[in-house]
């Protein structure tokens, strides 16, 4: 167990539809991350955030927008969902947000779009 | 930014044997090098990371060795066992630009 927490742990919707994925960090860290994993695929980085603000930006699309909270849980919003964003989606904190910064993963949020 | 190669995609071993996975970056200021496991529908899992002020790094039955010349970094498990079997995944990170890059992952096979 990595300290990490993600709801839910499933979650199927229909196309069109908006969800909602959080996240809560290890204690003590600072810093979240969202990645994207589709049927046997990589890693794909979404978007960062450290202390409530946005750090760094990856290849998330404009239809999904996410925000880190005051107690430090994060929260990944997608909108306008389609068929293709089913995949896992994991969180990961790390104390602060250096590039030499360990990230520890999120069990994920199985996210499956009918 | 970034561009992390991973090498092979899929490896099968047979149980006692040695696995290597290579992986390749292009950006030269990257500067630290996880190595990530994850098993089927679980999450990633670190097992072994190397920072650049090092050139290789052992815990138990895996080591990882890095080259910054060639600007390429492997992965090393010995004495495989099948429980070893599962999907790797190399990463770099880079502080130009604050986040990893991770490879295309491999799927490795221990046979018993």
């Known amino acids: 167990d990595s300290g990490v927490t993600q709801t839910p742990k499933h979650l199927i919707t229909a196309t069109g539809q908006r969800v909602t994925l959080r996240c809560s960090p290890r204690?003590?860290?600072?810093?979240v991350y969202w990645y994207q994993q589709s049927l046997d695929q990589g890693l794909q980085f979404l978007i960062q955030?450290?202390?409530?603000?946005?750090?760094a930006k990856g290849n998330i699309l404009e239809r999904f927008s996410a925000q880190q909270f005051p107690d430090l849980h994060s929260e990944l919003n997608l909108s306008s969902l389609e068929l293709g964003d089913s995949a896992l989606y994991f969180c990961?904190?790390?104390?602060?947000?250096?590039?030499?910064?360990?990230?520890?993963f999120g069990p994920g949020t199985r996210l499956t779009v009918l | 930014g970034e561009n992390v190669e991973q090498h092979p995609s899929t490896l099968s071993v047979q149980e006692g044997d040695s696995a290597v996975i290579k992986c390749t970056y292009s950006?030269?200021?990257?500067?630290?090098f996880p190595w990530y496991k994850q098993e089927l529908g679980k999450r990633p899992q670190l097992i072994i990371d190397?920072?650049?002020?090092?050139g290789e790094k052992k815990d138990q039955r895996i080591a990882v060795t890095l080259n910054k010349t060639a600007k390429h970094f492997s992965l090393h498990i010995t004495e495989t066992q099948p429980e070893d079997s599962a999907v790797y995944f190399c990463?770099?990170?880079?502080?130009?630009?604050?986040?990893?890059?991770f490879g295309s992952g491999t799927k490795l096979n221990v046979k018993p």
């Open positions: 950006d030269s200021a990257s500067n630290y």
């Open positions: 190397i920072r650049s002020n090092v």
């Open positions: 990463a770099a990170s880079n502080p130009n630009f604050n986040k990893f890059y």
């Open positions: 204690s003590g860290d600072l810093s």
């Open positions: 990961a904190s790390s104390v602060v947000w250096t590039s030499t910064d360990t990230q520890y």
């Open positions: 955030y450290y202390n409530g603000e946005e750090r």
